[in-house]
C-alpha cells in the first residue's frame, strides 16, 4: 500500500470482529515499532504483548470494574484479539546521557524539558498502528488510567524502571463506522495549524 494511503486510512478503530491476526503481522508490526527514533540511540522501550485470549482477559479484570455493565466501546475494545502494551524507561535515556559521547556528567532529568521515552514509545506506537493498516488491520490506542497502572505491573510482571505508556488494540475491524471524537470533530485544516516562520505567519 502507498504511504500516503495507509496515512489517510490510519484511524482509531474501536470495534473489532474477533478473528485472530497471523503472529507474522504482528511481528512485522514490532519491527516496525522499533525503528522509530529515539534520543541519543537510547531505545528505552519495550512491549508486552498480549495475544492468548487469556492474557487478553486478565488485561481486562485487572483495567475494568467486573460490577459494573460494558458500554458499547468496552465491548468493541474487547474483542480486539492483541493488546500491545508499549512501555517507556527513562533510565535508559538518563544513563545514555550520562555517557561521555553525550556531554553530560549526570542523570540530571531537569535537562530534559519534554519526557522523550514517552515520547519515543508514542513514536514506535504509531508505526504499529501504520502498520496495522498496511496489513488490512485496524488499531486504537488507548490510555490505562492512573489508579490501574499498578494493577497493569504486577498481573503482567512489568519492572518499575519501565512505564506503560499506553495500549495498542489490533484485529480486524467490525465495521467502517467512524466512531469516537472523529466522528463529531472536524479535522483541523492545515492553514489553522502550520505557523510559517513565526506564530501567524
Request: hydrophobic content about 40%; glycine content about 10%.
Amino acid at each position: 500500500m502507498e504511504y500516503s494511503t495507509v496515512v489517510r486510512r490510519r484511524r482509531m478503530v474501536r470495534n473489532f470482529t474477533g478473528e485472530p491476526v497471523d503472529p507474522g503481522v504482528v511481528d512485522r508490526a514490532l519491527a516496525n515499532a522499533v525503528r522509530a527514533p529515539s534520543a541519543g540511540f537510547s531505545q528505552g522501550w519495550a512491549f508486552v504483548v498480549l495475544d492468548r485470549p487469556d492474557d487478553i482477559e486478565r488485561f481486562w479484570r485487572v483495567t475494568t470494574d467486573a460490577d459494573d455493565e460494558p458500554d458499547l466501546w468496552l465491548e468493541g475494545m474487547r474483542r480486539a484479539p492483541v493488546l500491545i502494551i508499549p512501555l517507556s524507561c527513562k533510565a535508559a535515556y538518563l544513563d545514555r546521557y550520562a555517557e561521555s559521547d553525550k556531554g553530560w556528567t549526570d542523570r540530571d532529568e531537569a535537562r530534559w524539558p519534554t519526557p522523550y521515552w514517552d515520547m519515543d514509545a508514542g513514536m514506535a506506537a504509531l508505526l504499529i498502528l501504520l502498520t496495522a493498516v498496511d496489513e488490512g488491520l485496524g488499531g486504537c490506542f488507548f490510555g490505562v488510567p492512573p489508579d490501574q497502572i499498578d494493577g497493569v505491573r504486577a498481573e503482567f510482571g512489568i519492572p518499575r524502571d519501565h512505564h506503560p505508556i499506553g495500549v495498542v488494540a489490533l484485529g480486524r475491524p467490525a465495521d467502517e463506522l467512524v466512531r469516537g471524537s472523529a466522528a463529531t470533530q472536524r479535522r483541523r485544516p492545515l492553514d489553522e495549524v502550520v505557523h510559517r516562520g513565526r506564530w501567524g505567519g
